[in-house]
């Protein structure tokens, strides 16, 4: 379920979905390559602007987390 997905999964799922670099998913969320690859490494995570932006995103693209 989406609640139990974090953001790096949720990340990940949204690049292989739509399939986009990690900088072009950071360019289309507003945020620096460097914060994204380090996110997708899982080390740190977004904010909650950030995560806001990439339910956003998600939401505008019609990506689902439902199984």
Do not use: R
Request: glycine share 10%; hydrophobic share 35%; net charge negative.
């Amino acid at each position: 379920k989406e609640e139990n997905m974090t953001a790096t999964e949720k990340m990940k799922k949204i690049i292989e979905t739509k399939g986009l670099t990690e900088a072009q998913l950071a360019e289309a969320i507003g945020v620096s390559k460097g914060a994204m690859h380090n996110w997708m490494k899982g080390v740190g995570k977004p904010s909650g602007n950030a995560e806001a932006k990439l339910e956003k995103y998600c939401t505008d693209n019609g990506i689902s987390f439902e199984e």
